[in-house]
């Protein structure tokens, strides 16, 4: 069983910077596909972001140029450093970890940004 855990959401003004940390316990395999979702008020969860273990990245075009995702295999963490921040990024975001042909996810962090 992995657990995964979100931290670093907060409230920040329009055009701010903010790190997300996701850490996991349990057992990683060597092949899986770390997220970053966002849910933002009535919406529908949308990808964010996504990191290989092989060092791939992707992003929405919504965050490109503006996000970046990280991985630290060592620690079996995630990042999500947000910059330029905009009132439409405010959402809870969520981890998640595909591996294996299981799909996990956190309880979230709330980020809202103010304009």
């Known amino acids: 069983q992995v657990q995964l855990v979100e931290s670093g959401g907060a409230s920040v003004q329009s055009g701010g910077s903010l790190r997300l940390s996701c850490a996991a316990s349990g057992r990683i395999s060597s092949a899986y596909i770390w997220g970053w979702y966002r849910q933002a008020p009535g919406m529908q969860r949308e990808l964010v972001a996504t990191?290989?273990?092989?060092?791939?990245?992707m992003y929405a075009d919504s965050v490109k140029g503006r996000f970046a995702i990280s991985v630290d295999n060592a620690e079996n963490a995630i990042y999500l450093q947000m910059n330029s921040l905009k009132p439409e990024d405010t959402a809870v975001y969520y981890c998640?970890?595909?591996?294996?042909?299981?799909?996990?996810w956190g309880k979230g962090t709330l980020v809202t940004v103010s304009s």
């Open positions: 990191a290989t273990r092989w060092g791939s990245t």
């Open positions: 998640n970890l595909d591996q294996l042909s299981m799909t996990y």
